[in-house]
């Protein structure tokens, strides 16, 4: 029930549309049938009606005039039910019929041939609206589909739906008035006709440029008082249906009608006046200017007909629908066309639709076919005349299918594009971007550089740039371009899961699919567009545009472009964050070498030094008791030779550390020394599988860094992890070498891990720097309290065959 009331609009169109089947299929059965060679109507009185084609033999040869009043047939009043005396004429062998009508106050008596309403006569009389409803319906459902929920679209929606159901249902049976179902569709024309004209009004006061806000609240006494007068016109028409009071009935329609009619003449004239108002507002933006100048080109090309309805309602004159006999009816479309077109493109941006397309194509070969048709009856009108069809099906037919033919070619596509589309940023707007940007390699100056060149390229009022920071999760604001509203500024931090794409996104509040964390952006309502710049998977940065200075929009196209010139700035980011990592490696290196040297003297100290130290006391004392107490001197020498042989071993284990011998020809020994070291040292739990495959299949420069990255692991899980358990495993896997070790300790957040980078801790930064260096693959997994997980591969030595 919910989505029901949500979506009534589209409700009242399927119902509009299946009322128009109804009137269409009661016309239809109509074929076969005898009738007069004309279509009447009651207002004040009985006439011919404007549909009636002026080509027809009752109105060409026959002499019959618009402004004619009929007053009777075969000398009985003209009335509801005078069609029945066409085919009781024809059945008593009558083919002719005296009509006498009353012309400029006198009366005169014309005498007609009865006719066989044919297909010819029905396309002749229905074809026209049909057309014409179609394409009010088919923009309705377009603007409608492009933004349910936007005033603008709900509003022209309803309008276009109300004036296809008004134009369908004009012509309800080829005898008015004769049955229930006629009565049926025109008490729906009634409903539709009603609403059209306040409908448009308050559509020229939403578009394009909102009036005043709350203006809306003004329309619901417009709203009760036109289903006021719409229900007192359908209580007219059903009394006059019932022979009841018919001298008010017949007021009340009159008036009815009138007031149905002139709300419509007025919508008219507030929207051209608007328009004409908008265009001699000199505060007016580009963007309105350009959509004014569309609307009254299609305004320009409606008018005769609208004028030609609105007159002959007003005055009751019987002014037709065709001009020296060209119909003028298709020119209608040309209204609702360009005003759709302008909502699409400025207001909903979107792509030019299926439908809109359709409408174009159905409108032209209308026109073409109404032409045409003008043409062969000017050219030869006997021929014309003779004929049991109307030369415009065909050449409508040929219109159409050569449209629908030339609308498949790209070229013509492309062209269509470019009228929806004409001011699209053009790739050149990538290309200037890279070259303003390109030089800058200073990071404190870079997204500056950036902010302003996106201004500049993409013509924005403004743009904004936020740097991804790791530590807080959050992107921080780097820079800002281009006209800040005063008290306006774009947010400071942007808290965000970790973004993985790098998709522009509309910043719009009613958006359900914007995520959340973009909504104070929408609340501000200063950036349209939202473009996280992402590298590798890696996020860089946040790129902010706001509204374009000519359009204040951002087509599809654009949102291409957008997304080409931030992934030139997240590499153009990622290329400074780079090269000002490798301007602190020299201070790095130094960094990590003092303190190798710090840990070498210091071994030295604890080790060799502290033995060197005591080494001169014991020989001093070993002379002296040489003579006196030979047993003392041995014990002495003893232990001398057991600090020798301690300090050599320790002068041995510094030496292995700095360069292990073994690592020339062989890996898997010198890492089970070093695993046996690391769990005599901590009393680890270790579970170790090293395939001896990796003493021949790495290089040794290989073998060197594989020993200094698992040395580095241990290290740092003896100094943080706080675990129990170590597994290392080195395995082949076909081309490679892989390495996986694992701890179960407290591991570690990429806060910390970027704070141990700013105290100047780098041990994670060489173990990747070392693997990536010889061909591999470095990654690290660390997630609180599970452990850490450092892994990887080396490339294998070529296989190597013997020679014969």
């Known amino acids: 029930m919910a989505a029901l009331s949500r979506h009534w609009i589209l409700g009242l169109m399927v119902a509009i549309l299946l009322a128009a089947a109804m009137a269409t299929l009661n016309i239809a059965q109509q074929i076969g049938q005898p009738f007069g060679g004309f ?39 003209y009335g509801p039910q005078s069609y029945q005396r066409f085919a009781q004429a024809l059945a008593s062998g009558q083919q002719s019929f005296t009509l006498t009508v009353r012309r400029e106050g006198a009366l005169q008596q014309l005498v007609l041939p009865i006719r066989m ?45 109300l004036t296809a159901g008004a134009v369908w249902l004009t012509i309800p049976a080829l005898f008015p008035q004769s049955d229930w179902l006629t009565q049926a569709v025109e008490l729906g024309w009634v ?20 009036v ?30 019932q022979n009841k009071a018919l001298a008010l009935a017949n007021s009340l329609s009159v008036l009815c009608n009138a007031i149905v009619i002139g709300v419509f003449g007025i919508g008219v004239a507030v929207y051209l006046a608007r328009l004409l108002w908008l265009v001699w507002r000199p505060t007016r933006s580009r963007r309105v200017g350009r959509q004014v100048n569309i609307l009254l080109l299609g305004a320009t090309l409606a008018l005769p007909y609208v004028l030609v309805v609105t007159i002959r309602a007003l005055l009751y004159t019987a002014t037709s629908y065709f001009w020296n006999e060209m119909d003028l009816r298709y020119l209608v479309l040309a209204a609702p066309l360009t005003l759709a077109f302008v909502i699409l493109r400025y207001q909903s941006f979107q792509r030019a639709p299926l439908q809109i397309i359709a409408v174009l194509i159905l409108a032209s070969s209308a026109f073409i076919g109404s032409l045409g048709a003008w043409v062969v009856r000017i050219v030869d009108p006997a021929w014309v005349n003779s004929l049991t069809w109307t030369p415009f099906v065909p ?16 070229a013509w596509w492309g ?43 993409m013509e924005l009022q403004r743009a904004v740039l936020w740097l991804w920071d790791a530590k807080e999760s959050a992107y921080r604001l780097a820079a800002q371009g281009g006209d800040w509203p005063q008290g306006g500024a774009p947010a400071q931090l942007i808290p965000t899961p970790v973004p993985t794409s790098g998709r522009a996104m509309r910043i719009r509040a009613e958006d359900p699919t914007l995520p959340a964390w973009l909504r104070p952006l929408a609340e501000r309502g200063m950036i349209e567009i939202a473009t996280p710049l992402v590298v590798s998977g890696s996020p860089i940065g946040l790129l902010g545009s706001g509204k374009r200075r000519d359009e204040e929009i951002f087509d599809e196209r654009d949102l291409q472009i957008t997304e080409l010139i931030a992934q030139q700035a997240g590499l153009f980011l990622l290329t400074a964050m780079q090269i000002e990592q490798l301007r602190q490696v020299p201070q790095e290196i130094a960094t990590v070498q003092e303190r190798e040297r710090f840990k070498i003297a210091q071994e030295l100290h604890d080790t060799v030094q502290q033995f060197l130290g005591r080494l001169p006391f014991f020989l001093e004392v070993g002379r002296s008791s040489a003579r006196s107490n030979p047993a003392e001197t041995e014990d002495i020498l003893k232990r001398c030779i057991a600090e020798v042989d301690s300090a050599a071993k320790a002068v041995r284990q510094i030496r292995n550390n700095l360069a292990p011998l073994q690592l020339e020809k062989t890996l898997s020994q010198p890492l089970h020394l070093l695993i046996e070291e690391f769990s005599a040292r901590t009393g680890l739990q270790m579970r170790v599988s090293i395939s001896p495959e990796v003493d021949t299949r790495l290089s040794p420069e290989a073998r060197h860094a594989m020993y200094r990255v698992v040395q580095q692991a241990l290290d740092n899980i003896a100094a ?4 129990s358990l170590v597994s290392i495993e080195i395995v082949p896997a076909r081309q490679r070498i892989q390495f996986i070790v694992t701890d179960n300790g407290r591991g570690f957040s990429p806060t910390e891990r970027a704070e141990a980078e700013e105290r100047g801790s780098f041990g994670l930064k060489s173990m990747e720097a070392r693997i990536t260096s010889q061909g591999g693959e470095f990654s690290i997994r660390a997630e609180a309290p599970s452990g850490t997980r450092v892994s990887g591969w080396l490339p294998t030595l070529a296989p190597t065959y013997p020679t014969s």
Not at 45 to 55: E, K
Not at 416 to 436: I, M, N, P
Not at 438 to 456: K, S
């Open 415 to 457: 062209t269509l594009s470019r009228l929806f589309q004409w001011e699209r940023r053009s790739y050149t707007a990538v290309r200037k971007f890279g070259q303003q940007v390109i030089n800058e390699i200073e990071l404190t100056q870079l997204p500056q550089t950036i902010a302003e060149a996106l201004v500049e390229n």
């Open 720 to 723: 943080h992890a706080q675990a």
């Open 191 to 210: 409903f539709c006709a009603t609403f059209v004209g306040v409908v448009f009004i308050q559509l020229a006061t939403l578009f394009p440029e909102l």
């Open 212 to 241: 005043r806000e709350g203006a809306m609240r003004w329309f619901r006494t417009p709203y009760l008082l036109m289903a006021l007068n719409g229900g007192t016109y359908a209580l007219s028409l059903i009394l006059r249906w």
């Open 117 to 161: 309403f044919t297909v010819g006569n029905f396309l002749d009389l229905k074809l026209p609206d049909l057309l014409m409803g179609l394409g009010f319906w088919l923009l309705a459902l377009a603007v409608y589909l492009a933004r349910p929920r936007e005033a603008v679209n709900r509003i022209f929606a309803v309008a276009c739906s």
């Open 39 to 77: 279509y009447t109507t009651l207002g004040i009185v009985w006439q011919v009606d404007a549909p009636t084609p002026s080509w027809w033999p009752a109105m060409s040869a026959g002499g019959l005039r618009y402004d004619d009043e009929l007053v009777a047939l075969d000398g009985s009043a």
């Open 395 to 410: 050449l409508f037919g040929i219109a159409l299918v050569s449209s629908i033919f030339w609308s498949s070619q790209s």
